[in-house]
């Protein structure tokens, strides 16, 4: 048994969706989430931006003495993986290769489709763990940044979703994809718009609750790091790199709940 929290990774609110399902399918763990959220986003810069900025996470975490780390953000993942396994100490999972391996179950027709931010897609992460696992299948990836800010508005129901989502998704579902990976933290959020648009023939996959599920797997079956059933109540934090008071009403929005424990940190340069 282990007590230490489990850290989770974001570069911003968006992680908040992996924090979600984490929460459900662990409601023994205590978790500490950063978001980096004076430099979100992620997903429009650099390759080597991105493994900077995680390097200095990975140094936060070990310095708040995380038993693993789940790195939620998609473009984190894709980009910096090898780097926070390096830097973190401690046992790092990504959202990339869990929601691969699904994506890979599910798929009848053998066309996959994967939708990230620019910099996940242009990393092609999710084609190649796919392609780790059945070489044989088609991976047809597609960035539909606006995505993003649409989810942080809490445009995600309305005209504007849908007619950009149909804009986004007509090539991928004209191509014959049956799976359609969600591959960015904000996605989720925007499920119904998108389930609408794809239809009942494409099964949505949810890089947020895949992980989660790879998760509890590895800390009951390999880690033994699991937290105990008779453990106190967990007790959840979260430190941004920017003012709380965005993330704090994003938060809500995202959770649906307000936050106990929210701090402003400087991990630049850790
Ligand atoms: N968290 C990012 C991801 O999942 C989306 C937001 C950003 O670009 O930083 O790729």
Request: proline share 6%.
């Amino acid at each position: 048994m282990d007590r230490r929290p489990v850290g989770v990774f974001d570069s911003g609110v968006g992680g908040l969706t992996v924090f979600k399902e984490l929460e459900a399918n662990l409601p023994h763990e205590s978790l500490l989430y950063l978001g980096d959220t004076a430099r979100v986003p992620y997903g429009t810069r650099s390759p080597d931006t991105v493994v900077r900025y995680s390097v200095e996470a990975a140094h936060f975490f070990r310095s708040h003495d995380v038993k693993m780390v789940v790195v939620a953000c998609n473009t984190a993942s894709s980009v910096a993986l090898p780097e926070l396994e390096r830097e973190a100490g401690v046992p790092v999972l990504g959202v990339i290769e869990p929601g691969a391996r699904q994506a890979v179950n599910r798929t009848r027709s053998g066309k996959i489709g994967v939708i990230g931010t620019r910099a996940t897609v242009r990393s092609s992460a999710y084609t190649r763990a796919i392609h780790a696992v059945n070489p044989d299948l088609e991976v047809l990836a597609r960035p539909c940044p606006l995505f993003v800010p649409l989810a942080e508005e809490g445009w995600t129901d309305n005209q504007v979703a849908k007619e950009t989502a149909e804009i986004y998704l007509r090539p991928l579902l004209d191509a014959g994809v049956d799976t359609l990976v969600l591959g960015c933290t904000h996605y989720p959020l925007l499920k119904d718009v998108i389930g609408e648009v794809a239809g009942d023939g494409v099964a949505l996959v949810d890089s947020a609750e895949a992980v989660s599920v790879a998760v509890r797997e590895q800390l009951t079956t390999t880690k033994k790091l699991l937290a105990s059933r008779d453990d106190a109540v967990p007790r959840h934090r979260f430190f941004v790199t920017d003012a709380p008071e965005p993330f704090h009403d994003a938060a809500k929005r995202f959770l649906g709940r307000s936050l106990d424990h929210l701090e402003l940190v400087e991990i630049a340069g850790e």
